[in-house]
């Protein structure tokens, strides 16, 4: 079965730039989207079809995507910053969808 | 403005079912699937499976086939899921989420653009 690989966990310090990969096999071949999740709350997405942000998300939040890897990279961190960040696809010959392990983001 | 609001914490002993509801508001509810997601403590997100509001048509995960059951009231707006057989594993956090579909011009794609609360489902004897 399909699988997306997230690192657990990225530290950085505030002000620095967090780098968060989705490894999967033909990743290029599927729209990767990208959801923060704070403690006790529910996700929001903060990046959707690899690169588009909804309206409302920061410019220092942004998605790329090269070979098997989706890279989620967020500027100037700060302390709200620190959350959960989960990668997800959908698969369209199955109309399923899939989320990577999820990486916990740590401001020093 | 899109709302979902789902029903309360629920606690339940091994072996029992659960129904964990999802009320949506500020848009039109047969416009956009509904899927459930959970997330056991200390764990990721695991997607379990969609119902289609306009015709009642669901896609389960393949690990909840056997016991998950996906219904909508299209006269007030609610969908709902239904876990039996619970085991001590399937003490989690439910979410419903909307399913917005993104059209790129040669492709298109889904992602999720609005979620609920959460429902704590605890399993315990």
């Known amino acids: 079965s399909y699988v997306l690989t997230q690192p657990p966990s990225v530290s950085v310090a505030p002000g620095e730039t967090a780098t968060i990969t989705c490894g999967g096999d033909?990743?290029?071949?599927?729209?990767v989207h990208w959801y923060q999740q704070r403690p006790g709350q529910a996700p929001v997405v903060v990046v959707y079809d690899d690169s588009d942000r909804p309206s409302g998300i920061p410019e220092r939040i942004s998605g790329s995507k090269s070979g098997n890897t989706a890279t989620l990279t967020i500027t100037r961190v700060e302390a709200g910053d620190e959350a959960a960040y989960y990668c997800?696809?959908?698969?369209?010959?199955?109309?399923?969808?899939?989320f990577g392990g999820g990486t916990k983001l740590t401001v020093l | 403005q899109v709302h979902l609001v789902q029903s309360g914490a629920e606690v339940k002993k091994p072996g029992a079912s659960v129904k964990v509801s999802c009320r949506t508001s500020?848009?039109?509810?047969?416009?956009?699937?509904i899927y459930w997601v959970r997330q056991a403590p200390g764990q990721g997100l695991e997607w379990m499976g969609w119902i289609n509001p306009k015709s009642g048509g669901t896609n389960f995960a393949q690990k909840f086939q056997d016991r998950v059951t996906m219904t909508r009231d299209t006269s007030i707006n609610t969908a709902s899921m239904d876990l039996s057989n619970l085991g001590i594993d399937d003490t989690a956090v439910y979410y419903c989420?909307?399913?917005?579909?993104?059209?790129?011009?040669?492709?298109?794609?889904?992602?999720?653009?609005?979620w609920g609360q959460g429902t704590q489902v605890s399993v315990t004897s």
């Open positions: 997800q696809v959908w698969d369209a010959t199955s109309d399923h969808d899939l």
């Open positions: 500020g848009y039109t509810f047969s416009d956009h699937f």
């Open positions: 989420a909307r399913r917005k579909r993104h059209d790129a011009g040669h492709y298109y794609t889904y992602y999720f653009d609005h």
């Open positions: 033909d990743i290029g071949s599927k729209s």
